[in-house]
């Protein structure tokens, strides 16, 4: 068991170290403009959810592929511009850019 952990690590690394990620890695998308500057982070996939923050135009957030576009709204993680801290939440997929990476 030991090996297969240590090589499973050592693929990871390689992968990390050549600038390659897996196909299941989650991407990147950046915030469109809005004419208010910002894209609302909400609780839930609804436009009356709690609002958790407000994300900058031209930001990004990543996708969060654990959990389902629903009805339009797509799970997001936003790192916060200092990338410490993570708040996950729904934003309008129609907001999102349509380029992500």
């Known amino acids: 068991m030991g090996l297969t952990v240590r090589t499973g690590f050592?693929?990871?690394?390689?992968?990390?170290?050549?600038?390659?990620l897996p196909?299941?890695?989650?991407?990147?998308?950046?915030v469109k403009p809005t004419k208010d500057g910002f894209v609302a982070l909400r609780a839930m996939p609804d436009a009356g959810a709690k609002l958790?923050?407000?994300?900058r135009s031209g930001d990004?957030?990543?996708?969060d592929d654990t959990r389902k576009v629903t009805k339009g709204w797509q799970p997001v993680i936003w790192r916060g511009a200092d990338r410490t801290g993570n708040t996950v939440g729904w934003?309008?997929?129609s907001l999102?850019?349509?380029?992500?990476?």
Do not use: I
């Open 10 to 20: 050592l693929a990871l690394t390689g992968l990390l170290l050549a600038g390659t």
């Open 23 to 30: 196909a299941s890695a989650t991407a990147f998308c950046e």
């Open 91 to 93: 934003m309008r997929a």
């Open 60 to 63: 990004d957030v990543q996708l």
């Open 52 to 55: 958790l923050l407000k994300v």
């Open 96 to 101: 999102l850019s349509n380029e992500c990476g």
